[in-house]
């Protein structure tokens, strides 16, 4: 039970690490998107050229969400078996 009680602390941090990474991602691409005015409508589109990274960036983005599920996962998997999830003192 002591294992499981560690382990269920540990993804919870893990899972805490990677939920604040990705918020701070979240906000350097809001910071780097580019403003709007009043002649953004009538500007042609720049092309996006592709670049060979963009495979794996389509596999690191769910990486933070994918990591959040499976800590809420074991946290269920916890409280369906009637493991307590405080340690006893």
């Known amino acids: 039970m002591d294992r499981l009680t560690v382990e269920n602390?540990?993804?919870?941090?893990t899972s805490a690490v990677w939920q604040e990474r990705a918020?701070?991602?979240?906000?350097?691409?809001a910071l780097s998107a580019p403003s709007e005015s009043p002649v953004a409508g009538q500007q042609?589109?720049?092309?996006?050229?592709p670049t060979a990274d963009t495979?794996?960036?389509?596999?690191r983005a769910p990486a933070p969400w994918v990591l959040a599920v499976l800590a809420i996962a074991?946290?269920?998997v916890l409280l369906v078996a009637g493991i307590?999830?405080?340690?006893p003192r």
């Open 44 to 49: 042609a589109p720049q092309p996006v050229e």
């Open 74 to 76: 074991a946290l269920a």
């Open 55 to 59: 495979r794996m960036t389509r596999l």
């Open 23 to 29: 918020r701070v991602l979240e906000e350097r691409l």
């Open 84 to 87: 307590p999830l405080t340690m």
């Open 9 to 13: 602390r540990q993804l919870a941090e």
